[in-house]
């Protein structure tokens, strides 16, 4: 009787008038000055116990304006963490190229549907081929339609990851079982990242086309959405679009707006500086097995821990990435590659926090500054690929876990992730990884391979970036700071947010306050009910927390010979659990 009637009867109590001005509520809770030196112990724990190995997170409150960094240990050799490191933000740069995708929706320069070859007629569909698998064999077949800016925007549009090991972009190979795995990473230098090739210098766009191009993408477009190059594509072709180098575009749209004064993508004109001191990479030498001579370099030993401006030769390979950490400095007049969208910016945590805020606060900079309308941005919290899909990662191991972040649970969405509210519990009895808050429509967080992570809360305004600059494959032992990050990080977002409040919000419009001549009419449905049913008792308490109105209706007996009364005890059933949950 309830449950059916019951939205009707909320409907019909909220047709009256606000009755006033509500009382203000307090303002949102603020960081806790005691917590924030027993966080800070615990980075300096953390580094101490890992070769004081530099980390670093920026937290903020995008409601109270609060901002604490925590820093610990070494960023570079002979220099510690400060607010100045600029650190490379790896795959975290895709939220920002989602981010000016969508601007360019907005402004009308394209649109999502207009095919990639209209800017890059190398990326024709005529020119490229794609694995099927044909009676078991795994064989490459032309394209079936051009690729999109969707298709970027999803990661779909079949695109390798060298650095996953997809394969070597220089040189057409036969393509092997499996799925269509491609032969493994290259010494080349198309095989590299998107960032700096082999010899320090970035990938020039003609160059990378020219190797894309000689190997087949590894599923048709729009078919499966792999983790890979889309975004540095998605970068090129906005580009070309408002007729600007990337570096330029991501500048004028973004950086420039939110004060990131610190950004850049990986090249520096040559005379010119970073705006801070640029992290190393801090590594643990491996194995004589993982070098291709099968013995460690000169100057090195197995085991050994080492900044990367301490290592003299490079080897091939994965290894190789090590070497491209740093920036290119060149002559050129602009930036020269391809466009650095999907893992290639570099600045402080500072000036990452300042762009998580903005997307926090709806698109409105902590300055004041707009860089999209509310509703373009809220097109950025909608999903881009299927809602069973989820991000793979590469054949033929397309899901890496349970629900993480390559999983059929890690919702992608404009260049960074969220995880599906339905995400189910591991095998061995865990919540997936990391569980709370991300669960949710208002939240988002991805990380960058080198090291670095980012969440943010829309509905607490709450938003975090840290982490550091190493590969997990090269820590040895030691654990990686953006994984010390992760793991802690709710549980010192819950002890910062244990604070007083300093002060009182302005008061929000009051919400509509219940009908009066309504409480009678829903009353006497409870009447009719009872009496309907053998005097059965009933009770419903509606109320509304907003105006601090709360309504009773009842009607009938609860025990023999006692009426339903504001006395009456209920055994609740079920309905325990939920605070056993908050418990």
């Known amino acids: 009787f309830i449950k059916r009637n019951f939205n009707r009867w909320v409907a019909t109590l909220m047709q009256g008038e606000a009755q006033g001005v509500l009382v203000p509520p307090p303002m949102p809770v603020s960081f806790d000055p005691t917590t924030i030196q027993e966080i800070q112990k615990e980075f300096d724990d953390w580094s101490a116990a890992n070769n004081n190995r530099g980390v670093q997170l920026v937290i903020g409150n995008a409601k109270t304006g609060e901002q604490q960094t925590f820093q610990a240990g070494y960023a570079a050799k002979g220099k510690k963490v400060s607010a100045s490191t600029i650190f490379r933000m790896g795959g975290m740069t895709k939220i920002m190229g989602g981010m000016l995708a969508a601007i360019a929706f907005e402004e009308g320069v394209v649109r999502p549907s207009d095919p990639i070859s209209k800017y890059i007629p190398e990326l024709a569909a005529g020119g490229l081929t794609a694995v099927e698998s044909v009676d078991g064999v795994t064989v490459a077949k032309p394209v079936k339609r051009e690729l999109t800016f969707w298709d970027c925007l999803g990661m779909k549009c079949g695109f390798s990851s060298s650095q996953w090991g997809m394969g070597t972009m220089s040189a057409a190979a036969a393509i092997s079982p499996a799925d269509g795995v491609l032969p493994r990473l290259a010494a080349d230098k198309c095989s590299s990242a998107m960032t700096t090739a082999k010899d320090g210098k970035l990938l020039r766009p003609a160059e990378w086309l020219g190797c894309r191009k000689q190997i087949p993408l590894i599923a048709q477009p729009g078919g499966r959405s792999y983790y890979g190059y889309d975004y540095d594509v998605l970068g090129m072709a906005l580009a070309r679009a408002y007729k600007k180098d990337a570096e330029t575009l991501m500048r004028e749209k973004i950086w420039s707006k939110l004060g990131m004064d610190s950004a850049f993508m990986s090249w520096l004109r040559t005379g010119t500086s970073p705006k801070g001191d640029v992290a190393e990479m801090y ?85 004041g500054v707009e860089v999209v309308c509310e509703t373009t941005w809220r097109r950025l919290l909608t999903p881009t690929v299927s809602d069973d899909e989820g991000m793979g990662f590469l054949p033929p191991f397309r ?87 992760r793991r802690n990080f709710n549980r010192w977002v819950a002890t910062l947010m244990q604070g007083e409040s300093p002060g009182v919000l302005p008061p929000p419009p009051a919400p509509s306050a219940f009908d009066p001549s309504a409480v009678p009419e829903i009353q006497k449905e409870f009447d009719d009910w009872s009496r309907a049913n053998n005097d059965r008792g009933v009770q419903l308490v509606i109320g509304n927390a907003k105006t601090g109105e709360q309504q009773t209706f009842q009607a009938g007996y609860a025990a023999k010979g006692k009426k339903v009364s504001a006395s009456t005890i209920f055994r609740m059933g079920g309905m325990t659990k939920i605070m056993g949950g908050m418990l």
């Open 283 to 367: 590594f643990r030498v491996p194995p004589a097995s993982s070098f291709a001579g099968g013995a460690v370099p000169q100057g090195m030993r197995a085991g050994q821990s080492m900044w990367s401006s301490d290592v003299a030769v490079w080897d091939e390979g994965m290894w190789n990435l090590m070497g491209n950490f740093n920036y290119e400095q060149s002559d050129d007049a602009a930036y020269p590659g391809v466009s650095g969208y999907g893992e290639g910016a570099m600045m402080t945590f500072g000036d990452f926090a300042k762009f998580l805020e903005a997307f926090v606060k709806r698109g409105t900079g902590a300055n």
């Open 399 to 485: 899901y890496m876990d349970t629900a993480g972040d390559f999983s059929k649970q890690s919702e992608w969405r404009w260049g960074y992730a969220v995880r599906r509210s339905g995400a189910q519990s591991d095998e061995a009895g865990s919540p997936s990884y990391p569980y709370f808050p991300e669960s949710s429509a208002s939240v988002g967080q991805w990380f960058g391979s080198f090291g670095t992570m980012f969440k943010f809360d829309i509905e607490s305004g709450l938003y975090g970036v840290g982490g550091e600059n190493t590969f997990s494959a090269f820590t040895g032992s030691k654990q990686l700071g953006a994984g010390f990050i």
